[in-house]
């Protein structure tokens, strides 16, 4: 089996990446009248004290740190580059996504075709990464740069891969592990990356012993294709650590137990959905409950079918390994990239994500397609068919896309649809009912709240949020029993500190507000409203000193917000 592609008679490669980069952008182009949204945009950019100063010395060094629950500071970085060019202005933050999501679309055509030299299927493959719903998330959602931004580097890594199996040099594989530490400091997903290079090494390069047939040249041996790779593993391995480290305690992977055996049960399930959902994507949402949390769990039944479903597939796939390749390369590259966000392992408390297929889907479009050209064969009507039928898929996967990117406008606008395609979703609630209260609409922002709580009563975000809502409506003394509660509940919910803080100021209980909003700014440093209203409480109780602490810890995080700080209190500047 020979590394070196036979090249199919097709249109220039660079004609062909820059057409289908084109056509992404146009389907996608609608974002640019898009606002944020109150899911993570809030922490990733527009409430972010670091983020909103642009790049700056110190926001360099903050985004090394573990942030949202994880050690992403190239993904940090890049939203700090949108404030320094673009302000706030929110369109322009999401056609940065676009942008570079049209540039991965043209790089999964040029990565396929360089690897085995067949330009149109490498077109539908590339085609349909660019246009599919289930990528909406990844692309029209500011805060998932991070999917965007991984993938640029997982597919230029790979590039460079190529290259050096074929040439060779130091200087390739060493652009090889700078451009995976890249992707892993955009997102930790990026971790099996030197596993998918030894599926590459399989099909199509064909460097492994394994995938020959009996008579034909021997490749390497696995322990040597795995040797060969061995900075990369223990890249990956640093990346577990540190993954392991930022999201050790936090709210993400604490807030519910749920059993191994729901996890493994809903980890099958959730391969199959994404299965429906590449074949039939219909509603699509941005927040699917997890079913052991919102219900009693997947029944019985679902989870067997799901299991001898898989499990048939993986056996046709290994039975063709030697005359069909590419199905078992694209199963394997689909499960295994998957094994890292399937569930085993919960964070956070949905049963699967969108997002979480933006590049792992690509070795079922990539299986598909050459199952196509096979089935197509040599004969033009055949193959004119397998056109026509590729063509009217992507069509009206462009089309769904472009109906699918419309619900990411805006806030309301996101929740209601969640509303719309599932059940049971008090995310889906609370985040509409937080919308609301934005809005100064507070009496549908408690109706929304408490439905949140009817479905999860142990939810310590939507008793934050309901106690923020009669605190706008003037109430503190209602709103502190329910701030205590979510505390209960979550003894890490910093913005909980905050607002029982605050409303224990507004009664004048500033010694009780002083140590809540201490709590505040210990669980979040970078919590720029607890420092101002700490630093209230403590000149309220006639603690000047530990009042101007206070500022200067402000003064560092927003400087502008400080000096007006100071200008009503009556203090002199720094």
Not at 159 to 169: A, D, K, L
Not at 310 to 319: D, H, K, Q
Not at 350 to 374: E, K, M, N
Not at 509 to 525: I, W, Y
Request: charged share 15%; aromatic share 10%.
């Amino acid at each position: 089996m020979s590394s070196r592609p036979e090249r199919d008679r097709a249109a220039p490669a660079w004609a062909i990446a820059a057409a289908l980069g084109a056509v992404v952008v146009a389907v996608y182009a609608q974002v640019g009248g898009h606002g944020f949204v109150n899911l993570d945009d809030q922490q990733y950019v527009y409430e972010n004290p670091l983020v909103l100063r642009g790049l700056t010395w110190d926001g360099f060094a903050w985004a090394f740190g573990f942030r949202a629950s994880n050690w992403h500071p190239l993904t940090w970085l890049s939203h700090m580059t949108d404030v320094e060019l673009f302000g706030l202005d929110a369109g322009r933050h999401h056609l940065v996504n676009v942008v570079i999501h049209s540039l991965n679309t043209a790089l999964v055509f040029l990565w396929l075709r360089q690897m085995t030299g067949a330009s149109w299927r490498s077109a539908v493959v590339a085609g349909f990464f660019g246009l599919h719903p289930l990528h909406v998330e990844s692309v029209a959602w500011i805060s998932e740069r991070k999917d965007v931004l991984y993938t640029l580097f997982w597919l230029l890594g790979s590039m460079v891969w190529v290259e050096w199996t074929r040439r060779g040099g130091a200087w390739r594989y060493g652009l090889v592990f700078v451009l995976f530490a890249l992707g892993l400091a955009s997102k930790p997903m990026a971790v099996t990356f030197p596993f998918a290079l030894l599926l590459l090494d399989g099909w199509p390069l064909g460097r492994a012993s394994a995938v020959h047939a009996p008579g034909e040249t021997s490749g390497r041996s696995f322990g040597a294709l795995v040797r060969e790779k061995a900075p990369l593993f223990a890249l990956s391995v640093a990346s577990v650590i540190l993954t392991w480290l930022a999201q050790r305690g936090t709210a993400a992977v604490r807030l519910e137990s749920i059993s191994f055996g729901a996890r493994l049960a809903n980890g099958v399930v959730a391969y199959v959905a994404y299965l429906r959902d590449a074949v039939w994507p219909t509603g699509l949402g941005p927040f699917y409950p997890h079913p052991s949390i919102a219900s009693t769990g997947h029944p019985a039944w679902l989870v067997a079918a799901c299991s001898v479903g898989l499990a048939a597939v993986t056996f046709m796939a290994l039975r063709e390994r030697i005359g069909r390749p590419f199905l078992l390369w694209g199963w394997l590259w689909y499960l295994g990239l998957l094994v890292p966000v399937i569930g085993l392992v919960q964070v956070g408390v949905q049963s699967r994500a969108d997002r979480y297929t933006y590049l792992p889907l690509l070795g079922i479009f990539v299986a598909l397609s050459w199952q196509g050209a096979v089935l197509a064969g040599t004969s033009p009507a055949r193959r004119a068919i397998a056109g026509a039928i590729a063509g009217v898929a992507l069509l009206a996967c462009g089309v769904a896309t472009h109906a699918q990117v419309r619900h990411w406008r805006g806030s309301d606008a996101l929740w209601m649809r969640a509303l719309a395609v599932t059940e049971g979703n008090w995310q889906a609630w609370r985040g509409l009912g937080d919308a609301l209260a934005e809005e100064g609409r507070v009496g549908d922002a408690i109706a929304a709240h408490e439905r949140a709580l009817r479905i999860r009563p142990g939810d310590a975000e939507a008793w934050n949020s309901l106690g923020a809502d009669l605190g706008r409506q003037g109430d503190p003394e209602r709103a502190v029993p329910l701030f205590e509660h979510a505390l209960r509940l979550d003894p890490r919910l910093a913005d909980a500190w905050y607002n029982l803080g605050t409303a224990q100021g507004n009664l004048g209980r500033h010694g009780d507000a002083e140590a809540s909003l201490v709590r505040a700014v210990e669980l979040r440093p970078d919590h720029v409203r607890a420092w101002a209203n700490l630093a209230v409480a403590r000149l309220a109780k006639g603690d000047r000193e530990g009042a101007e602490m206070a500022l200067r810890q402000l003064d560092r995080l927003d400087r502008s917000g400080s000096a007006r700080l100071r200008a009503n209190l009556g203090l002199p500047g720094p």
